[in-house]
């Protein structure tokens, strides 16, 4: 177990599908340092605050939206986990909506 100032981490990343489509649910699951309180998401200009299941063990679930033609479809899908203190550790995946 890590002292809770210490510098969180981000040990290890599942995402159903980099590839999704308009209406498809992508799930995640985010294995971090057991000293990490919180891991945001960041995608395309939306937030989204995943679910703590166990200590270092974070989950998250999203309905992909459908796109109009004329936006972009790839996006960096970026990973942000935080201590108590508010200190972060980033890092993203590349995603690409068809």
């Not at 040990?11 to 498809?24: K, M, N, Q």
């Not at 699951?29 to 395309?44: F, K, P, Q, W, Y």
């Not at 972009?72 to 108590?84: E, G, V």
Request: glycine content about 6%.
């Amino acid at each position: 177990m890590l002292a809770p100032d210490a510098a969180p981490q981000i040990l290890w990343i599942s995402v159903s599908s980099t590839t999704p489509r308009s209406g498809d649910v992508v799930t995640g699951t985010v294995l971090t340092s057991s000293n990490v309180a919180s891991v945001e998401l960041r995608i395309g200009g939306y937030s989204l605050n995943s679910t703590k299941t166990d200590v270092g063990h974070f989950e998250w679930s999203f309905t992909v939206p459908s796109l109009p033609f004329y936006a972009p479809h790839s996006f960096a899908l970026q990973i942000i986990a935080r201590n108590t203190a508010g200190v972060a550790a980033a890092t993203s995946v590349q995603m690409t909506v068809r």
